[in-house]
């Protein structure tokens, strides 16, 4: 059984920094990408940033400067490291990945809550 832990949220004041991070644990047949996903109050799940296996990533436009995504194949984890931290980014965050059947994985996410 495959799970995605992701750890690091927080509380942070604007302007802050947080790094949020995702193992995953269980038999899974080779990741093809990560990505991280947010989901704020009353609005959809959305695509913060995403890395695919042949190393293209891609932002979302809001946060683009901002955000940083790496990972670090040995360990089967990703990391998102935040900076600059708005209010608007406020959300629950979940890392999600896609496995080369095509098969995708949810972690349980973090809250991030950043304060004006």
């Known amino acids: 059984q495959v799970q995605l832990v992701e750890s690091g949220g927080g509380l942070v004041q604007a302007g802050g920094s947080l790094r949020l991070s995702c193992r995953v644990s269980g038999s899974i047949s080779g990741i093809n990408a990560w990505a991280w996903y947010r989901q704020a109050p009353g609005k959809q799940r959305e695509l913060v940033v995403s890395?695919?296996?042949?190393?293209?990533?891609v932002h979302a436009d809001s946060v683009k400067g901002r955000f940083a995504i790496s990972g670090n194949n040995a360990k089967n984890a990703v990391y998102l490291q935040m900076t600059s931290l708005k209010p608007e980014d406020t959300a629950v965050y979940y890392c999600?990945?896609?496995?080369?059947?095509?098969?995708?994985?949810w972690g349980q996410g973090t809250q991030v809550t950043v304060s004006s």
């Open positions: 999600n990945v896609r496995d080369y059947h095509g098969s995708t994985y």
């Open positions: 890395i695919a296996s042949g190393g293209t990533i």
